[in-house]
């Protein structure tokens, strides 16, 4: 996938497990581009366009936009909407639907017996795998032990349940160390997340010890590349 934008020059580059800084010198400009970057992710129009093999795709089907750190939600709608499906699906393949409607068999009969026994008449809804699972509350575990892992969970559940496999971070390099940002990187490329650190100004040896391709975007708006 490639995100473009009128007023750049470059591409950025979403395939494949790949990361990049955006530094922008200008708070005024950063924050522009972040608002207008939110707005078409939920769904307005915006100048921002994201392309696949020639052909645009929609930005907030494709792009998550993390604005920090501390305020990921795993429990995220999509990811709770996505495993609800999956779990439906299980309930009702091969290997369970005899169990599961022997238990559903088991539960109206019960249901029967209450209610032929009470003393005035009343009605119950007839149970069905969608009531099964949600009286067992499945939820997805977490397992993780610090904030860089629990990015890591985040994107993986996205990727996995969602198929979103690209995400842009705000303020990255104000709460890791550049040790610890390489180690994300890391574990992205290994499973093909593709991150975007939106930074404001970040300094030259963060920018070198990271090795991360980057993209500054001056207090003059002219970009200056950096490989890494």
């Not at 052909?55 to 990921?72: A, C, Q, R, T, Y």
């Not at 160390?177 to 975007?196: A, P, Q, T, Y």
Request: glycine fraction near 4%.
């Amino acid at each position: 996938m490639k995100l473009v934008h009128p007023s750049w020059n470059h591409q950025i580059i979403l395939d494949d497990g790949s990361s990049m800084i955006l530094s922008f010198e200008n708070p005024h400009t950063f924050r522009n581009y972040i608002k207008e970057l939110k707005s078409q992710l939920e769904g307005e129009d915006g100048r921002f366009v994201l392309s696949e093999k020639g052909e645009e795709i929609p930005l907030k089907d494709n792009v998550i936009l993390i604005p920090s750190v501390f305020s990921l939600d795993l429990d995220d709608k999509r990811i709770n909407s996505k495993l609800q499906s999956m779990l439906k699906a299980e309930v009702v393949s091969e290997d369970h639907y005899l169990k599961s409607q022997e238990i559903l068999s088991m539960i109206e009969k019960y249901a029967e017996d209450v209610a032929d026994s009470f003393p005035y008449r009343i009605r119950y809804a007839e149970p069905d795998p969608v009531s099964l699972i949600k009286f067992l509350g499945f939820e997805a575990e977490y397992d993780y032990t610090d904030e860089l892992d629990r990015i890591l969970e985040y994107m993986n559940l996205m990727h996995s349940f969602c198929n979103v496999s690209a995400f842009f971070i705000i303020g990255m390099t104000l709460f890791f160390s550049v040790d610890e940002i390489r180690m994300l990187v890391d574990n992205c490329k290994s499973l093909k997340h593709s991150v975007v650190f939106l930074e404001g100004v970040v300094s030259e040896e963060i920018l070198k010890e990271s090795g991360i391709k980057s993209v500054i975007i001056d207090a003059d708006e002219c970009e200056i590349f950096s490989e890494g």
